[in-house]
Every structure is written in structure tokens, then in C-alpha cells.
């Protein structure tokens, strides 16, 4: 499937852009999973193993909040029309939405001072006072705010962490039986960052934030197996169920093909950022550690990377430019099998 994706990704792992990577086509009742390359090379090589857990990072927002709020929806608990201050009092706006932070346009100020070593009650409040500037609903720029107050909003509704919501949501009735937000065993992780004063990050969360909050974030924390990930992507594309458990309404997957940020050439859906593709939208996300999912709901096509990429260095800059340059092979291939 896909050769000429598949030669671009050997040509990054021969590039160093990661040191090993796991990956997943699936075109309608195919599926197609490959593992090439090491699991770590710091502080000794070490051989990839069939399913170990990556620290998904971003790709939290879609699997586990999104999904957990269109629930909520669809249980009448909330709108996303309404104001975050009717769910948390104390935000200081009256004018953001939960869609403004699920669309990336809520435009929150604010430094958080000493952010990262703030206890998590401390960062919760910090976050929940950020205020909005004077372009909110007009520009996407993607934060991780927007869903960790969006993961605060769950959590008072529930009255569960969003740790325990994904348990009973999602994990268990999709049977999604390795995921987790806190690993057992550092060894079946894949490791992340050398980083220069937590050292190497192994079966704990790479992201600061996430690290703090634990259990009770939003934005980033899940680990996940490659098959999980294949479940989550099925139910997906069979618009809301898989094997006999309905885990979202089939309305709820079709309301998120379509731009809910009504920002001019920055389409963006609920949680989910957009592939414009002529009148179609494919829906995809990314995580910071080096991972995306593509899901073409039309096609019934998807394709899951996952790798360690910060691992040996961590060039941002460089990483989004040649994952972009892949994806669009990706499309390219996937378009031209679906004309055929």
C-alpha cells in the first residue's frame, strides 16, 4: 500500500528524522501496519518491539477530550455555542465558547510565570484566568489552552478526571486495553526526549504541562499502542461504531466534516484540524513527539504514524516540514488510488 509514502518514510528514518517509527494504512477493510527502524538509541540501541506504547502527546486532544465533549453533547450536558463561563464561573471572559477553544480561536493572554513548576491546582487556576485578546474568533493559532480548559470543563461535569472519563467512555467499551495515562512499565515505552535536566523521559509524559496536571489534562498524557489507535480510527470511520459498541452518534462524526472556525483558509473542525480536498474535508491531527492520524471518513481510508522523533534532537522546524512533505504524498497516493 502506498509505495511512495512508504519510501518517503525510509527516507526519513535514513535521515535521522527519527530514530524508528510505527505505521498503519487502512483503505476500507485493509489494514496495513509496518515497524522500521530502533525504539531508542540513547543510552543503547534498542530494537523496536511490536506493541509497545508511544506517548501520543496532541493526538490526546482528538482520541480522548473531543470525543469526550461530543459525548457530553450528545447527552444534552453542554453546547458548543455556550459561553466556558457557564461550566467554570471563574473564567474571566463572558464572550469564549467552548468551540472557540476547540477550534483554536478563543485568542487567551497571558504568561504563566514559573508555569512549569507550578503544582497542579496552582496551574489549573493560572489557566482557568487567562483572558482573550482582541482577535478571539478571528485567527487559529493552536494552543494547548483551548483543550485543557476544555478537559477542566469535562471534569466538572462529570465530576471525574479525564483520566477515568476516557477509562469508561472510550478505553473499555472500544476495548482499547493498553492505553493509559500512567504506563506500569517504563520498559514496553517507547522513550522520548534526553531531556537536559529531567534526563531520558521514558513512560512518563513528555509534556510539561501534562506532567503536572497528570490524569487531569486534556491537551496531551495518553499512551497508546499502534493497535488502540487502530480501533479508535475504525470506530471512526464506521462513523461512531465498532464491534457492536456505539462509542458516538453517527450525526456527531458528520458534524465534524465541515469548518468550524469560520476563519478564512484556516478550516478547522471541533478538536480536529482539516484537509480541504475540493468540497471534501479529511479530518487529521498531530502530537508534538512525533505522531499523526489521517481519517478520510469518504474514502474510508486513514493512516497512523508513530514515532519518538524528539528523542535524538528535537528541530521542530524541520520535523513539521518534511511530516507535511509526507502527507502530502499521502493524499497525493490516496487520491489517485481512490480515481482508480
Known sequence: MYPQTQKKIAEMLKG?????????????????????????????????REGMLYDVASLTKVIVTTTLLLQLQEEGAINFEDPVQAYLPEFPSAAVTIRHLLTHTSDLKGYIKNRDALTADELIAALIALTPGENLGKNVVYTDTGL????????????????????????RPLAMTESTFHPTDPMRCVPTQNHPTRGLI????HDPKALSLGGHCGSAGLFAPMKD???????????????????????????????????????RSLGWNLIQEGEDFVLWHTGYTGTFMILDLNQQTAFILLSNRVHLKDHRPEWIAVRDELIAIYRKEAQKETAE
Do not use: C
Not at 489494514?31 to 538509541?41: H, K, N, Q
Not at 521514558?202 to 509524559?205: A, I, K, S, T
Open 16 to 48: 535521522n528524522i527519527f530514530p524508528g517509527v510505527s505505521y498503519t494504512f487502512i483503505d476500507m477493510d485493509k489494514t496495513e501496519t509496518r515497524m522500521v527502524g530502533s525504539a531508542a538509541i540513547l543510552p543503547e540501541r534498542e530494537s523496536l
Open 229 to 267: 489507535l487502530i480501533r479508535f480510527s475504525r470506530m471512526m470511520l464506521h462513523f461512531g461504531e465498532w464491534e457492536g459498541q456505539r462509542i458516538l452518534r453517527e450525526e456527531s462524526i458528520r458534524t465534524l466534516l465541515r469548518d468550524w472556525g469560520n476563519v478564512p483558509s484556516q478550516p
Open 202 to 205: 521514558r513512560g512518563v509524559v
Open 148 to 171: 485543557l480548559l476544555a478537559g477542566f470543563i469535562i471534569e466538572k461535569l462529570t465530576g471525574k478526571s479525564v483520566e477515568k472519563n476516557f477509562e469508561e467512555r472510550i478505553k
